[in-house]
């Protein structure tokens, strides 16, 4: 579970960089944040399908 964080970290700090980079450009970001509400809720989903599994496996 440990390496899923760092891919969460690190993509959370790519995206905050790009979302910077944008901003000082003084470009539209709304797509962007269209496009991070729905990765982070595939994300979350995700990590809880994960999280069942893991229990459902370990528990038996």
């Known amino acids: 579970m440990g390496w899923f964080i760092i891919i969460f ?3 959370g700090f ?3 960089g ?3 980079v944008l901003a000082i450009l003084n470009r ?3 797509w962007l944040a269209r496009v991070l509400s729905s990765l982070t809720g595939a994300f979350i989903l995700w990590g809880v399908w994960n999280a069942v599994g893991w229990l459902l496996l370990n528990l038996k």
């Open 9 to 11: 970290l690190a993509l």
């Open 14 to 16: 790519f995206v905050v």
């Open 18 to 20: 790009i979302a910077g």
């Open 28 to 30: 539209d970001i709304s």
